[in-house]
């Protein structure tokens, strides 16, 4: 059973890029069963996609964020990663890791990335 | 502003039904499919409902899911405490070239 950890720092301040990895394992980044999502939740408000990739290192990323965002997959470590660059208040949010086979199916534990100076 | 709308909030008593709506565009739930998820307070989202109205292996079938035309509905029977959560429904949209997810429903046991 394929499982999910996030990983990064929990503090980052305005205008910089925030980074986090997701570490996957009990399953293979490169076996081409899943796409490999990044989802974010604001405190108090609701879901939103960010992107994902294929083992093949194609992308897409959702519109509202894709001037500023890059998923990245490192098949030697078997994690993805996520930048966003230019944070601001408004990106303070728990990011989630997720599979995604059209739909999302297996999650990671989320991590709360506060966005402040 | 969810581009799929959702009820905030729902509630019903325990052994009781309640249906959550999800309402879209053909660019959304109109030409793709749909799927549901749980987030228990405190907790990540679980999915509930894949490709309109399958149920993960391990999800019991009081939770089921529909579709007609633009809209989607997630049902759950039998309804226990521990059901309060919140639902999101999600798609894809073709015009948007994004995944979207509702605003999500709160639902309450009481």
């Known amino acids: 059973q394929v499982q999910l950890q996030e990983s990064g720092p929990g503090l980052v301040k305005p205008s910089e890029t925030l980074s986090l990895t997701c570490t996957v394992s009990g399953g293979s980044v490169s076996s081409g069963s899943y796409y490999w999502s990044w989802i974010r939740q604001p405190p108090g408000k609701g879901l939103e996609w960010i992107g994902y990739?294929?083992?093949?290192?194609?992308?897409n990323y959702n519109p509202s964020l894709k001037s500023r965002v890059t998923i990245s997959v490192d098949t030697s470590k078997n994690q993805f990663s996520l930048k966003l660059s230019s944070v601001t208040a408004a990106d303070t949010a728990v990011y989630y890791c997720?599979?995604?086979?059209?739909?999302?199916?297996?999650w990671g534990r989320g991590t709360l990335v506060t966005v402040s100076s | 502003q969810s581009v799929l709308t959702q009820p905030p909030s729902v509630s019903a008593a325990p052994g009781q039904k309640v249906t959550i709506s999800c309402s879209g565009s053909?660019?959304?739930?109109?030409?793709?499919?749909v799927s549901w998820y749980q987030q228990l307070p405190g907790t990540a989202p679980k999915l509930l409902i894949y490709?309109?109205?399958k149920r993960p292996s391990g999800i019991p079938d009081r939770f089921s899911g529909s579709k007609s035309g633009t809209s989607a509905t997630l049902g759950i029977t039998g309804l226990q405490t521990g059901d309060e959560a919140d639902y999101y429904c999600?798609?894809?949209?073709?015009?948007?070239?994004?995944?979207?997810f509702g605003g999500g429903t709160k639902l309450t046991v009481l």
């Open positions: 053909s660019s959304n739930i109109g030409n793709n499919y």
């Open positions: 997720a599979t995604s086979r059209g739909y999302f199916d297996l």
């Open positions: 990739i294929y083992y093949s290192g194609s992308t």
């Open positions: 490709d309109n109205n």
């Open positions: 999600g798609t894809w949209d073709s015009s948007l070239s994004s995944w979207v």
